[in-house]
């Protein structure tokens, strides 16, 4: 009887230990860094014109994303209150009891320690702490006090989500670069338009937590006109790397059907709105930025 208790136990904690790994890895935000480390991958390659040296491109990649797996951890940590309230959220780890609040922030800490040290010491220190002053701005300055306090929220904390390029440029030349900063603009001017779309989505959750995003507190038609006024920033934005001859024709021409995809997109939800179309802006929002991107990375390769 007690081989077969033993065995039972045994086999309970086998099988909870894997989903154990997986609420950490969720808090992680996985698919978002995902995205992220596109943009760095981008930073890293058009800063030079060959090859990328292995050491800064692997230990770059590595660092930047514990870092911002910790910046996602201790989002998970700040919001567990109002992400139990949310029905977008309300499944993550911590609301649910898979991790609790010391774990979470022993583990947040731990992998961004982690990746400090290995930028530090085998990429380069400006990099390390353009990385770690993203990480506060992300984790402390947006999550803990403007999503909270403003419904420019998105706008002023999106310039800590719009640094992957920068860190990857920094990280295989040492150095700030002009052209590096035009990368940031394009995702800092990104930032509004693709969150207030899910926020126009998710507007009723945010009103019940008492969250000021920009529906909340202003509405939804004044928010609609936002993000289109924006994607026409964007479009601007996505042509600044041409007017500097930072890219060739591929690039303009790849940019330009995106940017009218998502004025277009804009338009609709402004004049022509219908249930689920703010999410569908949304994921197109994505999508947008991925295959820009990778339009950016092509054009580089072909033109230099």
Not at 92 to 116: D, H, N, W
Not at 240 to 258: D, E, I, K, Q
Not at 285 to 299: A, C, G, Q, T
Request: glycine share 8%.
């Amino acid at each position: 009887m007690a081989k077969s208790l033993s065995l039972s136990a045994n086999a309970t904690k086998t099988n909870t230990s894997p989903l154990q790994w997986r609420a950490y890895f969720e808090m992680t935000k996985p698919k978002v860094v995902a995205l992220m480390l596109l943009t760095v991958l981008v930073g890293m390659c058009l800063a030079l014109p060959g090859a990328v040296p292995l050491q800064p491109l692997i230990f770059g990649m590595i660092g930047i994303a514990m870092m911002a797996g910790a910046a996602a951890a201790y989002n998970h940590l700040i919001d567990r209150r109002i992400d139990g309230l949310m029905a977008r959220t309300y499944n993550r780890p911590l609301p649910k009891g898979k991790v609790s609040a010391i774990k979470a922030m022993t583990f947040a800490t731990s992998i961004g320690l982690g990746g400090f040290i290995i930028l530090y010491a085998l990429v380069n220190p400006l990099t390390a702490w353009l990385t770690f002053a993203s990480l506060i701005g992300y984790a402390v300055v947006y999550t803990a006090y403007l999503k909270r306090a403003t419904p420019q929220n998105i706008v002023i904390g999106g310039l800590a989500g719009a640094m992957p390029p920068l860190l990857g440029w920094t990280a295989v030349t040492n150095e700030l670069h002009g052209n590096a900063l035009l990368l940031v603009i394009i995702i800092f001017t990104w930032t509004p338009p693709h969150f207030w779309a899910l926020a126009i989505h998710r507007k009723k959750e945010y009103a019940k937590v008492d969250v000021p995003m920009l529906p909340v507190t202003h509405g939804v038609e004044f928010t609609k006109t936002c993000i289109l006024l924006y994607t026409l920033l964007l479009a601007i934005a996505c042509l600044l790397p041409v007017l500097v001859g930072m890219c060739g024709p591929v690039y303009l021409v790849g940019s330009t059907l995106l940017s009218c995809g998502f004025i277009y997109k804009a338009w609709q939800l402004k004049f022509h709105d219908k249930p689920g179309l703010a999410m569908d802006v949304f994921k197109f929002s994505i999508y947008h930025l991925m295959i820009l991107f990778l339009v950016l990375l092509v054009d580089h390769y072909l033109w230099v």
